[in-house]
């Protein structure tokens, strides 16, 4: 079955500190991935994606991530958190296309709270 | 740029009243979705729609209808609320590849 795995529900870090925030996936076809960010009372905003080329992705907001096939990982660092990057991280898998019903697959979530 | 707006933002229903959230977006995309956010389970694709006219039952689809009448906008309605769909509704389109674009969302409270 297809699945996103986010081990961690919340996080809690101190700024200045680095972040890393684990996404596992079960996917049967080559997939896309994404790490979207919800700040309280918003919508959800891309941070980064993946399909092919180099496995560390950068995005945006200082934000980075690493595909790893082997352990069907697709992790989101940042070297040093700010107060701002409290929020909640989506990780999402998808197919290349769209077609025949074809769609995202997010993850749980993981809520990450910045200690001043 | 408005990207996808959803109205209304905010709603209350009391159980058995119906209601219709709008969705619009101005990117020409020709995928539509409508997720529902709950605590602790993600979002969960409710309908899609794959261009003007088509809609497609997602994850979670009863108590839900969709229209799609025209390409720039995604109708989620709800015939008989009931307070299992007290939830926050996303709106999101894309392309036929690539990532999705959200809307801000709209909660809906169902008393």
């Known amino acids: 079955a297809q699945s996103v795995t986010q081990p961690d529900i919340h996080i809690t870090v101190s700024e200045g500190a680095s972040l890393e925030l684990r996404c596992n996936y079960s996917?049967?076809?080559?997939?896309?991935l994404f790490w979207y960010v919800q700040s309280p009372g918003q919508g959800l905003q891309l941070l980064l994606k993946?399909?092919?080329?180099?496995?560390l992705v950068q995005g945006i907001k200082g934000f980075e991530a690493e595909f790893k096939r082997s352990q069907s990982s697709f992790n989101l660092r940042k070297p040093s958190v700010h107060w701002s990057d409290a929020a909640e991280y989506f990780c999402?898998?998808?197919?290349?296309?769209?077609?025949?019903?074809?769609?995202?697959?997010f993850g749980q979530g993981t809520e990450l709270s910045v200690k001043p | 740029n408005a990207g996808v707006t959803q109205t209304p933002k905010f709603r209350v229903l009391k159980t058995g009243q119906s209601m219709t959230l709008l969705c619009a977006q101005d990117m020409n995309h020709e995928y539509m979705y409508w997720y529902r956010q709950d605590p602790g389970m993600g979002l969960r694709l409710i309908h899609y729609s794959v261009g003007e006219g088509t809609t497609a039952k997602g994850e979670v689809p009863d108590g839900y209808n969709v229209s799609r009448l025209k390409k720039q906008n995604f109708l989620l309605g709800l015939e008989s609320a009931a307070p299992s769909q007290t939830s926050v509704y996303f709106c999101?389109?894309?392309?036929?590849?690539?990532?999705?674009?959200f809307g801000e969302g709209s909660r809906l409270t169902v008393l």
């Open positions: 999402a898998v998808g197919p290349l296309i769209y077609n025949q019903g074809g769609k995202l697959i």
């Open positions: 993946y399909f092919s080329g180099d496995t």
């Open positions: 999101a389109s894309s392309l036929i590849t690539g990532e999705l674009f």
């Open positions: 996917y049967g076809a080559t997939p896309y």
